[in-house]
């Protein structure tokens, strides 16, 4: 989704590494356009690519694709290099064994393993005594970018039927729907975990050295966005209002969606309630992640952006933009340049 954002509870705990190693994070914020600000509003979203820009560039800067977080550094090119040698593997499980391998090398946060017990396979993290990250983003970013990479290696999406953490419950674990796709999240448990349907492990790796090359260019950008061919009705709905909402069609109904997606109103507005969703959550989500990408540019006029997401008053699109994100259109504008 080219607009998407995320929340700033994810910039904040990348912060959390690089104030730990001493960078200058106020500066290094605004490069990326992201303001300071907007970290103490619970809640407030920024643009996926500013993100993703921060992380590369603390990354680099730290020479840590770690970003801090753990008791030791993890080299640049180490993700790149997992994923040269996962690439020739035959099938998902060949290949998520040696993605185990490859990061028990180093010995940095966890001890990677793949079990497979019965009709489930799970990738788990168990905890290194005394070289425990920080903070719980290392945990979720690393289960997260295993599935979607694998994902990506077998051509389809892998349905995850559970995830558990460590950690205890955060104030933000409303966030771990889109990123674990609504699969059922737990916590406190003995190790970290990603589960998913045996049947998947014989997936042929449909990917080659070529099409890597070209993954790894946006590697960054690539394990935030959901697979093209993730099928929850959800996201499906989100991306249909998305080319409505750009189009003009600004009033697109629940009734209009069920008659696209060939099933009645009740039966769609089910599948929406068993992923914790509704037509109109996701409508207000769609319209402020359009309104947000359009506010970082800067030569659109806000009474256009208004328009744009169908709001028919200035006034009303203001204020639905700040119960959203805590800042007016404008101060946004300034506060993320």
């Known amino acids: 989704m080219k607009d998407a954002t995320i929340d700033t509870c994810f910039v904040s705990m990348l912060l ?26 619970p809640g407030t979203q920024v643009s996926l690519r500013s993100f993703a820009a921060f992380a590369i560039e603390v990354m680099k800067l730290l020479d840590d694709e770690c970003l801090g977080l753990t008791s030791q550094k ?77 994902c990506w290696l077998g051509g389809q999406f892998i349905p995850l039927d559970a995830v ?32 998913f349907p045996r049947r998947h492990l014989e997936l042929e790796i449909v990917q080659t050295p070529e099409t890597l090359d070209t993954y790894l260019k946006g590697t960054n950008l690539s394990l935030l966005y959901q697979p093209k061919n993730y099928r929850v009705i959800g996201d499906q709905v989100r991306q249909w209002l998305e080319r409505h909402i750009k189009q003009g069609n600004y009033r697109a109904t629940l009734k209009e969606a069920a008659s696209h997606f060939q099933m009645s109103q009740q039966v769609l507005h089910r599948r929406l309630q068993a992923e914790d969703l509704s037509f109109k959550e996701i409508k207000m989500q769609t319209r402020r992640d359009i309104a947000i990408g359009l506010i970082f540019e800067n030569k659109v006029k806000i009474e256009e952006i208004a328009t744009r997401v169908g709001f028919s008053e200035p006034s009303a699109f203001i204020r639905a933009f700040k119960a959203w994100t805590g800042y007016t259109p404008l101060a946004y504008r300034q506060n993320h340049r």
């Open 16 to 41: 959390e590494g690089a104030q730990r190693q001493g960078l200058e994070c106020d500066q290094l914020l605004l490069r990326n356009g992201i303001s300071r600000l907007a970290l103490d509003k």
């Open 74 to 150: 993890q080299p640049l090119g180490s993700f790149n290099m997992m994923c040269r040698a996962s690439i020739s593997a035959r099938n998902i499980h060949r290949s998520l064994r040696r993605s185990a391998k490859f990061w028990n090398l180093f010995k940095n946060a966890y001890h990677h393993q793949v079990q497979v017990e019965d009709e489930t396979v799970s990738y788990i993290l168990q905890p290194l005594s005394g070289k425990e990250p920080i903070n719980n983003y290392m945990a979720e970013a690393i289960l997260s970018s295993v599935h979607r990479f694998h």
């Open 164 to 195: 558990q953490f460590v950690h205890t419950e955060p104030s933000y674990s409303d966030q771990y729907r889109p990123l674990f796709y609504g699969a059922p999240v737990s916590y406190q448990g003995e190790d970290s975990r990603i589960c």
